[in-house]
């Protein structure tokens, strides 16, 4: 079930019927609020949301979803500028679309995103910290990490190949579908919240940055 929330009642049926061509179940609001204790009530495989809602924005709506859970969500958005689109990073969103948007692009990022959150393979460890790949969820010993569905992709491809080293090309690639653009400031900022989350768990450190090269996992 995906959960579309756009007070443009045009844009908000069009997405649903596409969803619904495409072969998803589909819930749908028109405010900010509304939508947020929808997606407090059920467990939606994914959220399509507007920024510039009634009620409740979608800053505010992203901003108390991740206070208690992961739900992988897309923004949709005319506010392109890069600084919009990493404050949204930093709360937790996983992917940014800009309005007006192709909608054969929207069901591409959607998919690629899902697929990365239903990927059930056998669990990953390494030091103390563990993946348990059935719930999507990752410990550091005995506490959970809390992230997001594009946090939880990266540390499970880097974690399944502890030893390589990830350019920020190779990780936005792998874990998104799409084609990476070199001023894209995505990965850093992904990075930077996994370390600053990693760090109130434990002082170990668990990623490296190699200069002029990437990313991987701490000796």
């Known amino acids: 079930m995906i959960l579309v929330i756009e007070d ?11 969803l619904k061509k495409s072969g998803y179940e589909v819930d749908s609001c028109t405010d900010g609020l509304t939508g947020l204790n929808m997606a407090l009530e059920k467990d939606y495989k994914m959220i399509l949301m507007d920024l510039m809602l009634p009620v409740k924005s979608g800053e505010e709506v992203l901003r108390s979803l ?64 563990r993946i348990e790949k059935d719930s999507r969820r990752i410990y550091i010993g005995d506490q959970e990490l809390v992230c997001t569905a594009m946090e939880y992709s990266i540390l499970e491809l880097m974690l399944g190949n502890p030893g390589k080293i990830f350019s920020k090309r190779n990780l936005f690639e792998s874990v998104t579908g799409s084609s990476y653009i070199s001023e894209d400031n995505t990965m850093n900022v992904h990075m930077s919240n996994l ?25």
């Open 8 to 18: 443009d009642q045009t844009i908000n049926s069009l997405l649903c019927g596409i």
């Open 66 to 129: 991740r206070e208690v859970k992961k739900t992988p969500v897309i923004v949709l958005s005319a506010k392109s500028d890069v600084h919009n689109r990493i404050e949204l990073l930093r709360l937790g969103a996983d992917d940014f679309i800009c309005k007006p948007f192709d909608i054969d692009e929207v069901i591409l990022r959607l998919e690629a995103v899902l697929r990365r959150v239903e990927d059930k393979n056998e669990n990953l460890s390494y030091k103390q910290m």
């Open 195 to 219: 370390r600053k989350k990693i760090a109130k768990l434990t002082d170990e450190p668990y990623i490296d940055t190699v200069y002029g090269m990437g990313y991987r996992m701490a000796d």
